[in-house]
């Protein structure tokens, strides 16, 4: 016995169809809601069946039966074969009760939004929800109650750098399939202040080639440029996909009290977002987007943290080459790229400007430096907001309590 379709919110009258499966035929079949120790019956089989399979519909929710309330509730079904010994099968199922829809109150602040960079909205719902954040395009931030024990959420959200400049940011609250509760956010999005993306002709030469196809592919096959252009698309696409799923090891609080700090004495040779077109022998041969800042001091020097955090990634990670990532709590976490050392392991508290191993040119790196770069819910993100008190202020520790930033 199955649900034919995945059933987690029950609400006014939710449609329900269970798969029942006996040889011999159905003689019996009940259905009912348990919630707080209580049964409601919702449905009953009137009919005994021969046949071995049979699909059973019907709906259950506070439509029919009132005495539901909002939260957790089990949907259990009863069958009783036709065979001799009356056998009877049970089935049950976690549901939650939703007796109204979810709503949401958002702020009523204007949110300036600049393309790659980040922000913050805080809302209030009522009712119940499964699920709540801010969605803008495809791209989904969780929300997370208030710190501080006041009451609402927030969410700390993301409008990537490639995000269509129309698209408007929603706080939605989800009670499972179609039943979404939507919200805008009151957004200024000031068109001359937007972020100018350059583009760059990076010249690939036979060394760096091998050196890239040796160290990360020593087995490929085809001839040594397909193989270049092969880890400079899939194993760049595979290596961000593992960087955004360590979204969901983080922490549910700040877990830093200063701005984040910029790797001292470095000297940026690429930045956020930076549109690179690779050229070999004249011929342009592949295009990508540079997600972080390239940032140089001298050879193998102490790779800082840029801020307090916890470290969630300590390996090689393809093209970004042996690779730090550490969390700063609600979503957000610095990426340290290309090091010749690594000193952290998984797991390990690191403050402020601690040395975590040392710079270097592992992955795709043509020379001593380190790729640092940041992500929120796994969207790479500008960091150099993040590097400046005033917006801090301005756009987090304003709306939230945020340690060290109470004045
Ligand atoms: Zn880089």
New binding site residues.
Partial sequence: MDLSYPVSVVGQATPISVHVRDPRGIRGGIAYVEQNGTQYRVWELTKPSNLPDGTWSFTAGVGTTPQLKDGKAKLVVEATSNDMLRRTGRYEHEVTVVTRPPTVSVDSDQHYLYLGMADLVTFNTSGTWTAAGVRVGDQTFRAWPMPGGKPGYFSLFAFAWNMPTSTVPNVFASTGAGNDVTSPINIQFPKKEQPVYTVHDLQISDHFIQKVDGELDPNGSGDPLTRFVRINNEMRKANNKVLSDLRFKTADKFLWSQPFARQAHSQAE?TFADVRNYIYQGKKIDQQV?L???LAVTERIGVEASNDGRVVYAAPLGIYGNCIVVDHGYGLQTIY??LSQINVHEGDMVKRGQAMGLSGQTGM?GGD?I?FAMQLDGVQIDPKEWWDRHWIKDHIARRVELPGFTN
């Fill in positions: 690429a540079h972080g800042y390239d790229g290309h790196a430096h790729h």
